[in-house]
């Protein structure tokens, strides 16, 4: 049992499954910490749910501890196992440059480049996470108050499955390709060979610390790179469980986690990979993408934006509501696809705020705060940035409830809102939905192509004028039409943004090649009587050799066919 308290008062107890000798623990703690580390295990504190719990320091303690015979109290105040997430501690042995160096020395071995090798390493990773599903979902629930079954789903399922898919098509991808060749390349051997990059760098976000980290990362183990991961480190809990279960099931020789803050990834920035993969906001994909320029290092960059969603009233308002809401709760809108804005008429912005009432209730209940389902903002900074958006409470349509002890914020629809206000000027990323009243449908398109290109764009129309109007007209990293999100889980369709949205794109077969060099390979013979056949390329170049002009030609159309021209016609005059 934890009791803790801010600035000296005991404002909340949390319990936890840990097992610590039967004491109970009371342990006091400064205002700005919100991670404990013991035993190797990692507790959370939510402050402020029971403030007048007792009536004095005395009476907690002894409240508390009636009935036990093993009791401790501990003031934590000074103690160096306190933390906060920017000071997040980390368990590297090694430098940077010597993770590197060391996962460059296996790479050059060869030993990544087995087929063998990466498959049971990706068998490995499926493993880890079927063994350790509890243990992943509890650090998700710490660092996100995420509920078991989306955790699962979102993070642990859909990982498993990527893998999956990989493991069945990895031996198919692998294998050289041979590409149709040109006539004058007829006596020749070319292909494509499929070559890892080397040692691969990826930064993984917090808001999906587990799927978005995995899931570029079994691309490049299945394309035979070393790897060294990077969780972020405002996830704590989900950070601490990846440093603990990767060296567990991975060769400790080919694959790292490198733990720490913004130090510790400004030193991983500043080696030599030779590709790097970042998922996360704009502003530090571009500090990504400068460091990465010093070395000319290839990136895949997946950061987000605003993606929008169009609704008319050529579809179902209620079975529309439901899927963009649920694609606006989920996670708590921090998703870098969640729906940013809605852009529709005041008709249907009327019709769609009667139904959201009604779907949220039928979800959440009238108390939000309290469902088991509603997940929480990951830190103060994020829940302050998206506070302020809810200052105008003339604009709140509906919700708008929040609490700042336990970082929550009700999901909210936002009215009469322009384009200059706060609230548009960012991606949101929380649970708040702006609506913003469009005349027609090129309004829709004109307000969306005057920002920034979006990650994702969902159409909800059934008319089949407008769905291509949208589509042939605006640019965006991934459509969904008549739902939100769920064109990110289909493994056979490439994800990624363009522009300010990101770079590059992986999931499945997209995965594999992301982290794949294709080495174009050119193999002839060197007989006296081949060489003949390329006599024209060697000065002199007489007039003969000019005015063969349709003999030139044909050989250069890579259309024709090998046997559509007679290359040994006149062979013996070369």
Same mark, same amino acid.
């Given at each position: 049992m934890f009791i803790f308290d801010e600035a000296g008062v005991y404002t909340s107890c949390a319990s936890s499954k840990l097992a610590i000798d039967n004491d109970i623990i009371l342990v006091r703690l400064p205002a700005n910490v919100t991670h404990y580390m013991w035993n190797n295990a990692m507790i959370k504190f939510n402050r402020g749910s029971a403030e007048n719990m007792f009536e004095s320091e005395n009476d907690r303690a002894k409240s508390w501890t009636e009935g036990y015979n093993n009791s401790t109290i501990i003031d934590m105040e000074n103690t160096n196992k306190i933390f906060t997430a920017a000071e997040n501690q980390n368990t590297n042995t090694k430098t940077a440059a010597q993770i590197v160096n060391d996962a460059r020395i296996q790479f050059n071995s060869g030993k990544t480049k087995c087929i063998k090798f990466r498959k049971q390493q990706l068998k490995n990773l499926l493993k880890m996470f079927e063994e350790n599903e509890e243990a992943i979902e509890n650090a998700l629930a710490l660092d996100l108050g995420r509920q078991k079954f989306t955790a699962s789903i979102y993070d642990t399922e859909f990982t498993k499955c990527q893998i999956k898919h990989i493991l069945k098509y990895l031996n198919e991808w692998s294998k050289p390709e041979y590409p149709p060749k040109p006539i004058y390349n007829y006596f020749e051997n070319i292909r494509i060979q499929k070559d890892p990059y080397g040692v691969v760098l990826v930064l993984g976000p917090w808001n999906f610390p587990f799927a978005l980290l995995f899931t570029p990362a079994i691309g490049a183990i299945a394309a035979g790179n070393c790897v060294v991961f990077k969780p972020s480190e405002i996830s704590v809990a989900s950070a601490k469980v990846i440093s603990e279960l990767v060296p567990r099931y991975l060769d400790n020789e080919c694959y790292y986690v490198y733990d720490g803050g913004v130090v510790e990834t400004t030193e991983l920035l500043q080696q030599r990979f030779d590709y790097i993969f970042f998922t996360g906001s704009t502003a530090v994909g571009k500090i990504v993408h400068a460091a990465a320029n010093k070395y000319l290092t290839p990136v895949t960059l997946e950061l987000g934006g605003k993606s929008p969603v169009y609704l008319d009233d050529t579809v179902d308002i209620e079975i529309a509501a439901k899927r963009i809401l649920w694609g606006k709760c989920f996670n708590a809108g921090q998703i870098c696809v969640t729906p940013d804005y809605l852009l529709c008429t005041k008709a249907i912005q009327e019709k769609f705020i009667l139904v959201a009432e009604?779907?949220?209730?039928?979800?959440?209940?009238?108390?939000?705060?309290?469902?088991?389902?509603?997940?929480?903002?990951?830190?103060?900074?994020?829940?302050?940035?998206?506070?302020?958006?809810? %200052?105008?409470?003339?604009?709140?349509?509906?919700?708008?409830?929040?609490?700042?002890?336990?970082?929550?914020?009700?999901?909210?629809?936002?009215?009469?809102?322009?384009?200059?206000?706060?609230?548009?000027?960012?991606?949101?990323?929380?649970?708040?939905?702006?609506?913003?009243?469009?005349?027609?449908?090129?309004?829709?398109?004109?307000?969306?192509?005057?920002?920034?290109?979006?990650?994702?764009?969902?159409?909800?129309?059934?008319?089949?004028?407008?769905?291509?109007?949208?589509?042939?007209?605006?640019?965006?990293?991934?459509?969904? %039409?008549?739902?939100?999100?769920?064109?990110?889980?289909?493994?056979?369709?490439?994800?990624?943004?363009?522009?300010?949205?990101?770079?590059?794109?992986?999931?499945?077969?997209?995965?594999?090649?992301?982290?794949?060099?294709?080495?174009?390979?050119?193999?002839?013979?060197?007989?006296?009587?081949?060489?003949?056949?390329?006599?024209?390329?060697?000065?002199?170049?007489?007039?003969?050799?000019?005015?063969?002009?349709?003999?030139?030609?044909?050989?250069m159309d890579v259309s024709k066919d090998a046997y559509e021209i007679n290359i040994f016609k006149d062979q013996r005059t070369l």
């Open positions: 009604k779907v949220i209730k039928e979800w959440y209940t009238d108390d939000v705060m309290n469902s088991p389902d509603f997940t929480r903002i990951i830190s103060n900074k994020h829940f302050e940035r998206l506070s302020t958006f809810l %200052i105008n409470q003339n604009n709140i349509a509906v919700g708008g409830k929040t609490d700042a002890c336990q970082r929550f914020i009700e999901p909210t629809i936002l009215i009469n809102v322009t384009s200059d206000d706060p609230v548009m000027r960012e991606e949101i990323f929380g649970p708040i939905l702006p609506i913003l009243v469009i005349q027609n449908v090129y309004d829709a398109i004109d307000y969306i192509n005057s920002g920034e290109k979006p990650l994702a764009l969902y159409i909800f129309t059934e008319d089949k004028k407008t769905k291509n109007l949208i589509l042939n007209n605006t640019s965006c990293g991934g459509v969904t %039409i008549n739902d939100t999100i769920m064109h990110f889980v289909v493994n056979t369709l490439p994800f990624g943004g363009v522009g300010f949205s990101g770079m590059g794109s992986y999931h499945g077969k997209d995965s594999f090649d992301t982290f794949t060099h294709k080495k174009s390979i050119l193999e002839k013979g060197s007989s006296k009587q081949y060489e003949k056949l390329f006599y024209a390329r060697y000065p002199p170049f007489s007039e003969r050799k000019r005015n063969d002009k349709s003999r030139r030609q044909g050989i």
